[in-house]
């Protein structure tokens, strides 16, 4: 009788002792899941963060063609008034028609279904633009959901520092062939006219 009892004592606290494990276990699971939400959170916060003060432009367009995020950056580069980007209401062919007007692009823009094909295609699509003296890269890519991601980088220095080099090389191959004095400078002014748009040069040569 008095094992029985021992027995069932040593049940009872055994029994006592799975479920307290059990509970203890499932807050311990609770908490893993809120702290894994929390760092889910904050993490995407930060992304966020970081992705609007970058000094690349980024868009984001549905598969419809609207407008679904951009960063500031992204506005300035292009010159859109903050009315124009309206989430979900401007779309990927009203704002390519912006940029015709403005001439930010050099060629007539494909409107959205047309990107799309083209993106499917060849995987993605790089066209240099200029606003205010800047020069852009504009790198398109279609997203898997079937939208497109738009990342426009600043590559004036760059572009000019390949320019230099270009027209050094110029300069050189007409010395190396022994041309004509009138020909080089020539070519030195139409170099730095390149290089500096908004300036006119000129030469005056004097016997």
Do not use: W
């Not at 059990?22 to 894994?36: F, L, V």
């Not at 020069?135 to 991601?149: D, F, K, L, T």
């Not at 080089?184 to 390149?194: F, G, H, R």
Request: hydrophobic share 35%; glycine share 6%.
């Amino acid at each position: 009788m008095l094992t029985r009892c021992m027995l069932s004592v040593d049940n009872f606290v055994m029994e006592t002792t799975t479920d307290n494990q059990k509970t203890n276990a499932k807050k311990n699971s609770e908490s893993t899941c809120d702290e894994i939400e929390s760092s889910h959170v904050l993490n995407s916060v930060q992304l966020g963060e970081a992705i609007a003060n970058l000094n690349d432009g980024i868009a984001v367009y549905r598969p419809d063609g609207h407008l679904e995020f951009y960063n500031e950056s992204f506005r300035l580069i292009n010159g859109y008034s903050e009315s124009t980007l309206k989430f979900g209401v401007v779309t990927y062919d009203e704002l390519g028609q912006l940029d015709e007007e403005s001439e930010i692009v050099a060629h007539k823009p494909l409107i959205f279904e047309q990107r799309i094909v083209q993106l499917r295609k060849d995987g993605n699509n790089v066209t240099l633009q200029e606003y205010e003296g800047r020069i852009y890269e504009r790198y398109q890519s279609p997203i898997p959901a079937g939208g497109i991601i738009i990342l426009i980088t600043d590559i004036t220095e760059h572009h000019r520092l390949k320019l230099i080099q270009s027209t050094r090389n110029n300069v050189l191959e007409l010395l190396a062939r022994g041309c004509a004095l009138d020909e080089i400078l020539t070519t030195l002014i139409q170099n730095s006219e390149a290089l500096f748009p908004e300036m006119l040069g000129s030469v005056l040569l004097m016997d």
